[in-house]
């Protein structure tokens, strides 16, 4: 079986700064990793994704995240936090072979709030 | 631009009718996905479907029906909308074609069943 937490339900920081935003999985095999961002009254969209290589993956609006093994951890970042970044954040897992559908499995979400 | 299309962004429902929720993929993708998104909870999958006419029970069936009778469209119903099935609803379709399997959702449905 697989799964994601995402230890915290709310992440504050203040503008400039950098944030993050934690989520760590359970799952067999090398994971297929993948962060989406959902602003409010609007559907998820795909911010970025780990499949293989280099730990450190970038991707939309200035985001990364970090790919730890030993740590089972793939906590999304950004040097420096903007107000517009504000939003609902899923993590979401799944294993390589996961049969013929290829289900995620998605955490709870954490809510970003960056004050001004 | 691709994209996923659901047939309402707010939908408000009385206790007992049945209610059709409406997803259309303009990507030419095989896999289609239901969830209902709750706070505190994340996302939830109901039903999916990988191929026309083929559907799969996800973690949360009860009360839900589905239809896949082309491929782009998937169609989520409620038999008998109760109270408990205010949510949030978002469709996603994926691509075999896609090592990962990458979900495009779409934009949602909040439903309210009074």
């Known amino acids: 079986a697989q799964s994601v937490a995402q230890p915290e339900d709310q992440v504050n920081v203040a503008e400039g700064n950098p944030l993050t935003v934690k989520c760590t999985y359970s799952v067999s095999g090398n994971p297929y990793l993948f962060w989406y961002v959902q602003y409010p009254n609007r559907g998820l969209q795909f911010l970025l994704k780990?499949?293989?290589?280099?730990?450190l993956v970038k991707g939309s609006y200035g985001f990364e995240a970090e790919f730890n093994k030993s740590q089972t951890s793939f906590h999304l970042k950004k040097p420096s936090a903007l107000v517009s970044d504000s939003a609902l954040y899923f993590c979401a897992v799944r294993a390589p072979s996961s049969g013929g559908s290829y289900i995620p499995t998605f955490g709870r979400g954490t809510s970003l709030i960056v004050h001004p | 631009d691709v994209k996923v299309t659901q047939s309402s962004r707010y939908l408000v429902k009385r206790t007992g009718e049945k209610v059709f929720l409406e997803c259309v993929q303009d990507?030419?993708?095989?896999?289609m996905f239901w969830y209902r998104q709750d706070p505190g909870l994340g996302l939830r999958l109901i039903y999916f479907s990988y191929d026309v006419k083929m559907k799969e029970k996800g973690d949360i069936p009860e009360g839900y029906s589905v239809s896949r009778e082309k491929k782009e469209r998937f169609s989520l119903i409620l038999e008998s909308a109760s109270t408990n099935q205010t949510s949030m609803y978002l469709c996603?379709?994926?691509?075999?074609?896609?090592?990962?399997?990458?979900?495009?959702f779409g934009p949602g449905t909040r439903l309210t069943v009074t």
């Open positions: 996603a379709s994926s691509t075999s074609g896609d090592r990962t399997r990458r979900g495009i």
């Open positions: 990507m030419d993708h095989e896999n």
């Open positions: 780990y499949i293989t290589g280099d730990n």
